[in-house]
């Protein structure tokens, strides 16, 4: 089929590679402008771009899609670009940018979004993440038909994905952008057949993933050691856990810790016990073991190797 992609990070560049391996034609890539990263702060092209450019297709970058917002030359030269792109369908990942009523309307078979979770469950910005961090067992990703709401379209097609109990937020988006491109070739091959049956979500079970916010990094040590555990997976690699620990001026990042079930009459954030098994801290339920973590511009240590620099009161 003949489709305009539209998508930034990793998770949409291996959605992109899947459907030109596919044999797709796609005339035109939308992405997010380059943004500055690394140490030089140095102008980056996304994932989406870079593949695209290796692929020889040209690429747009408006900074909205918006005729009448803040940015309409860039709306409108993009409006042009799709115009002559002609697309059958387009397909968006991860894209970034509101897509506004002249885009929905403009592919005669509409926009597809490959979502990451198993909607109505976890609409939103983060959905990865709040899915580890609220102790799923299963998500998945839902290749939708676009409409005006925050991913309300019907459903198309699923694929589930178990989560692991020891599944970090960068493990699941791997498995998740490989589901992603397999569901989303699979829905393509089911459309250009007329075989492609929508259905509405239902109203029962909807949750939203709220965007990370780098305040929820800093680990509430009043809370379960179960939920800690969580946050900590959840929000490796970004924003990545964080806590105070006695005799250390900054913060630590914390990699990996698991919850240990046990009375404990210390007060929450007391180092219980520092040695080769982790670092042992009170929590408001349980104990949460910290199995590996980084000093502020140190590297990642596990747990044993650390505390050989480290002299807790415990």
């Not at 509101?98 to 592919?107: E, F, G, M, S, V």
């Not at 309300?152 to 498995?175: F, K, S």
């Amino acid at each position: 089929m003949r489709l305009v992609f539209a998508g930034t990070p990793e998770f949409a560049r291996v959605a992109l590679q899947a459907l030109l391996a596919a044999g797709h034609d796609v005339p035109l890539v939308l992405t997010q402008p380059d943004r500055p990263a690394g140490r030089g702060l140095k102008l980056t092209p996304s994932p989406v771009k870079q593949a695209a450019l290796d692929a020889g297709i040209p690429v747009a970058q408006p900074r909205s899609l918006r005729l009448d917002g803040r940015y309409p030359e860039d709306a409108a030269q993009a409006q042009a670009q799709l115009q002559d792109a002609a697309p059958e369908v387009m397909v968006v990942a991860a894209y970034g940018l509101i897509l506004p009523d002249w885009t929905l309307a403009l592919p005669p078979r509409g926009c597809l979004n490959i979502h990451a979770s198993l909607l109505p469950r976890w609409r939103g910005a983060a959905p990865i993440q709040r899915a580890i961090e609220a102790g799923d067992t299963v998500t998945g990703v839902t290749i939708m038909q676009m409409d005006h709401g925050l991913d309300t379209g019907d459903m198309l097609l699923e694929h589930r994905v178990p989560i692991g109990a020891e599944d970090t937020a960068a493990q699941l988006h791997d498995a998740l952008a490989a589901a992603g491109a397999q569901a989303i070739v699979q829905a393509l091959r089911a459309l250009e057949a007329g075989n492609l049956p929508a259905r509405p979500q239902p109203a029962e079970g909807v949750t939203y993933a709220a965007k990370l916010d780098k305040a929820e990094a800093v680990l509430d040590l009043n809370l379960p050691a179960a939920i800690l555990a969580r946050r900590v997976r959840a929000f490796n690699p970004v924003p990545g856990a964080t806590l105070r620990l006695p005799g250390l001026a900054d913060p630590v990042k914390v990699w990996r810790a698991q919850p240990l079930q046990a009375s404990v009459a210390a007060a929450p954030g007391t180092v219980l016990r520092a040695g080769p098994d982790g670092i042992d801290i009170a929590t408001g339920d349980g104990i949460l073991r910290v199995l590996e973590l980084q000093k502020a511009g140190g590297k990642r240590q596990p747990a044993d190797v650390f505390v050989r620099g480290w002299q807790p009161e415990v």
